[in-house]
Structure formats: C-alpha cells, structure tokens
C-alpha cells in the first residue's frame, strides 16, 4: 500500500493507533489524502460498519 493509502485505511477505520506506527497525526493524514479521498472517508467507513453488521448476524 501506498502512504496515502495507508493514511486512508487507518482514517476508514478510525485507528489513530495505525497513524502513530507511520509517524502521522490525525490532522496530517487528513491533509494528505487530500479533499478527494477525504469525501470519501465517512461513506467508507458507514459502508464497512454495515458490512460488519451484516456478517455478524449471519
């Protein structure tokens, strides 16, 4: 994964812990994946939250 990416999943997933490994804070992953990705974060994030809750009954 790219650094962006990286930045992306660990926001998706709200892992702060996973920036800290990558030496970023929540404001630079923020700022870095842009105002594109960054758009796109709480659709993702609402999307893999419903995919969880679908497995999880299953």
Known sequence: M???EKLAA?????RPDCLA???DTLAEAIERVG????SLIS???RALEYE???ASKA
């Open 10 to 14: 660990a926001l998706v997933l709200n």
């Open 21 to 23: 490994e990558i030496n």
């Open 43 to 45: 659709e993702a994030a």
């Open 52 to 54: 969880e809750r679908a």
């Open 35 to 38: 105002p594109e990705w960054l």
């Open 2 to 4: 790219s650094t962006g």
